[in-house]
Every structure is written in C-alpha cells, then in structure tokens.
C-alpha cells in the first residue's frame, strides 16, 4: 500500500518542486527597464529639471570635470568642491530626486550652481542616460575647453600633476582611460551587470573605458553622445558609448596605466608613503581632504627646497 501510495505522490511532489523552481527564478531574474529597453537614447532641454550656468565664453577653461553622482551623495559633491574642485569648473550629473530629496538638491543648485540633473530615474540601468546628459552638456555650455573629465563622485584628482600632463595630450579624438580589454559579457542571473542575449547578443565586448574617469577632448565627446542618440539604447554606458560607439566611429583610446590608482595603493599612500606621481584615485570621499592635503604639502615643501 505504501509503495503504491508513493507512485501516486510522487509525481505532484515533482510538479511542486518544478513550480518552486520557476517561481524562484522569475523571481530572482533581474526585471527589464520598459522605458529604457530597444528604445533611442533621446535628449533635449526639455528633459533637464535643473542646469547649472555654462563656462566664461571670454576666457574658457582648459578642462572642465562632469561628474557622475546620486541624488543622495551630498557628501561626496561637498567634498570635491572642498578639495579638488575648488576653483576649477565641475559640474555634477544627477538624475530624478525622489520628491523628499527634490527640495534638497535645488537647494543645492541655488547655492553652488553645479547641479546638472535629468528627468530620467537615477538608476544603473539609466547610466547611459547620464553619461550622454553630460557630454551634451559640455559640448553646449563649454565648447571652448580643450578636454573633458568624466569622473565618478568617490574620484580624488590630484589637479597638479594632471594640469601639468595636460600639454603632452592631444587636443582631438582623444579618449583616455583605464582601458578594459577582452571583458566577457555576464550572463548569470547573479551578476548585477547581468546582460540577455537580446539587449547584447555577442561573447565578447569591444574593448572600452573603465567609466570611473574618461578624459575626452570635445570632438570625440560630441562625436560619442550624437552617436548614441541614433543608436539603440544599451544601459551599461562604458560599454555602449566607449566600446561599441568608438568602435563604430573609429575612435581608439589612450590607456591611462598606473596613472589610475586604486583604494589599496591610497590607503598606503595615507598611512606612510605619500607620494604626487598618480592623476587620479578612486576612493573613498572621506579621504579626499587628506590627500589634498597630501598632495598640497608635498608640493609646498617642494617648491621651498627648489
């Protein structure tokens, strides 16, 4: 009786299981961005809830920064216009503000007057949205700078020795970079940057910039973001914009190499190896007073023994 109770059973405890199974993984899978998907990247003035004032005509900056930020990362815009910023021309890329933080970052706006933000949601899956904002931006407010920074917001740059590299850079179809080469695109369910077949049907991307810092010169810039206007809508904005939009236009990158330094090697730069011979450090914002003034001394005292 048992025996034949099991054949009877076991079949539904299958179908059970199987059903778990599938609810699991539908859950799990990562839910596609409707307004986001096989759409152009489309862009105009209409779409900018806030825009901050554009560069002195007159006398134009060399470069200017366009940094990638969240609505909530009030911290870190502090702290860059604190050290690295200060004086020079950075602006900061938000996108929407929920409606408690809105008040907050026009707050902001009005005081600092650096806030460019989009009316598109502030998510990973619009990164591209954001990357082309401030390119667009740049090469309408400030066509007279000669290059343009994109950084992220827990990106310390160390102005002196990049001001000083700047001469030996040249001033057209330029894309610097901590460069990715050979990158295999995420398939797993488990990988935040997980990517299906239909929104990129390759193995392999193009080769393309490490987004955390890009230093474009404005033809390349413009080039990029018209581009991508045209193109179908890919969200990881490194990819699609210096990787498979260069690739189309032709476009090379310069690789940065150990100009780029990490949080390991920061770290060890704080606790007892200072040092002025890195352009730029990601880290965390919390540490970006102490390597301003890092750099600031070591020059100083430099400057005194010459």
Same mark, same amino acid.
């Given at each position: 009786?048992?025996?034949?109770?099991? #054949?009877?059973?076991?079949? &539904?405890?299958?179908?059970?299981?199987?059903?778990?199974?599938?609810? &699991?993984?539908?859950?799990?899978?990562?839910?596609?961005?409707?307004?986001?998907?096989?759409?152009?990247?489309?862009?105009?003035?209409?779409?900018?809830?806030?825009?901050?004032?554009?560069?002195?005509? %007159?006398?134009?900056?060399?470069? =200017?920064?366009?940094? %990638?930020?969240? !609505?909530?990362?009030?911290?870190?815009?502090?702290?860059?216009? /604190?050290?690295?910023?200060?004086?020079?021309?950075?602006?900061?890329?938000?996108?929407?503000?929920?409606?408690?933080?809105?008040?907050?970052?026009?707050?902001?706006? $009005?005081?600092?007057?650096?806030?460019?933000?989009?009316?598109?949601?502030?998510?990973?899956?619009?990164?591209?949205?954001?990357?082309?904002?401030?390119?667009?931006?740049?090469?309408?407010? #400030?066509?007279?700078?000669?290059?343009?920074?994109? *950084?992220?917001?827990?990106?310390?740059?160390?102005?002196?020795?990049?001001?000083?590299?700047?001469?030996?850079?040249?001033?057209?179809? &330029?894309?610097? #970079?901590?460069?990715?080469? /050979?990158?295999?695109?995420? $398939? %797993?369910?488990?990988?935040?940057?997980?990517?299906?077949?239909?929104?990129?049907?390759?193995?392999?991307?193009?080769?393309?910039?490490?987004?955390?810092?890009?230093?474009?010169?404005?033809?390349?810039?413009?080039? &990029?973001?018209?581009?991508?206007?045209?193109?179908?809508?890919?969200?990881?904005?490194?990819?699609?914009?210096?990787?498979? =939009?260069?690739?189309?236009?032709?476009?090379?990158?310069? !690789?940065?190499?150990?100009?780029?330094?990490?949080?390991?090697? *920061?770290?060890?730069?704080?606790?007892?190896?200072? $040092?002025?011979?890195?352009?730029?450090?990601?880290?965390? !914002?919390?540490?970006?007073?102490?390597?301003?003034?890092?750099?600031?001394?070591?020059?100083? %005292?430099?400057?005194?023994?010459?």
């Amino acid at each position: 009786m048992t025996e034949r109770r099991w #054949c009877w059973t076991a079949p &539904l405890y299958l179908v059970l299981l199987m059903t778990v199974v599938v609810a &699991l993984r539908t859950m799990l899978k990562p839910q596609p961005v409707a307004e986001v998907e096989n759409k152009l990247l489309k862009m105009d003035r209409s779409q900018l809830i806030l825009t901050s004032a554009p560069c002195n005509s %007159s006398a134009p900056p060399v470069w =200017i920064a366009i940094v %990638s930020s969240a !609505p909530n990362n009030s911290f870190h815009r502090q702290e860059i216009r /604190r050290t690295w910023g200060q004086g020079r021309t950075v602006v900061f890329l938000l996108g929407a503000a929920s409606p408690q933080l809105q008040p907050l970052i026009e707050m902001e706006s $009005r005081q600092y007057g650096d806030i460019v933000q989009g009316s598109f949601v502030d998510s990973y899956r619009n990164l591209t949205y954001k990357h082309v904002m401030g390119l667009q931006w740049a090469s309408n407010h #400030c066509p007279g700078a000669k290059y343009f920074l994109k *950084t992220d917001d827990d990106v310390f740059v160390n102005t002196v020795y990049f001001e000083n590299y700047l001469p030996g850079l040249p001033e057209r179809r &330029l894309i610097l #970079c901590p460069l990715m080469e /050979r990158a295999m695109v995420k $398939r %797993s369910y488990r990988s935040k940057w997980r990517v299906t077949h239909d929104e990129y049907s390759e193995r392999w991307y193009p080769p393309y910039c490490m987004g955390w810092v890009i230093l474009y010169s404005p033809d390349a810039a413009l080039a &990029l973001s018209n581009e991508a206007l045209k193109e179908p809508y890919f969200w990881i904005d490194d990819v699609h914009i210096t990787g498979t =939009i260069a690739k189309k236009l032709n476009l090379t990158h310069t !690789p940065l190499g150990d100009l780029g330094i990490g949080e390991e090697i *920061t770290e060890e730069m704080i606790s007892g190896d200072p $040092r002025t011979d890195f352009m730029f450090s990601l880290t965390k !914002p919390k540490y970006f007073q102490t390597l301003w003034n890092m750099v600031n001394d070591i020059i100083s %005292s430099t400057t005194k023994n010459v």
